[in-house]
C-alpha cells in the first residue's frame, strides 16, 4: 500500500486515499482526514479492461459514523445524503 495525495469521496468529501496497487485495477481504502477513522473504498481501472480506460473508477463507497445520544438521532450533517461529489482518479487521469 501506498498513500495517495487527499481526494474527493463520491460524496465530495475530502479523504486520504491508501492504495493497494493490482494487475489490472488498483483498490483505495478511503481515511477521514479529520479523525482518522475508515470512509469507504474504491476501485479504479490501471490497466486493460476491455472498453473502459485507465482512471475509470468501478465501484465506489462512502461511510460515515458518528455517536449520538439516543437510536434513530442522526446528528447534524448526516440528515440528508450528498451524493454530489465527483470521484475521479488523482493520477491525472480522467
Do not use: C, K, N, Q
Not at 486493460?48 to 480506460?53: N, S
Amino acid at each position: 500500500m501506498e498513500p495517495v495525495d487527499r481526494t474527493v469521496d463520491v460524496d465530495g468529501r475530502t479523504r486520504l486515499a491508501l492504495r493497494h496497487d493490482g494487475a489490472e485495477r488498483d483498490r483505495d481504502l478511503l481515511i477521514d482526514v479529520d479523525s482518522g477513522h475508515y470512509a469507504g473504498e474504491r476501485d479504479v481501472v490501471t490497466g486493460y479492461a476491455g472498453p473502459l480506460p485507465a482512471g475509470t473508477i468501478t465501484a465506489t463507497s462512502s461511510v460515515l459514523t458518528a455517536v449520538v445520544d439516543e437510536p434513530g438521532v442522526l446528528p447534524p450533517g448526516f440528515d440528508a445524503p450528498s451524493r454530489t461529489g465527483t470521484p475521479h482518479d488523482d493520477r491525472g487521469s480522467t
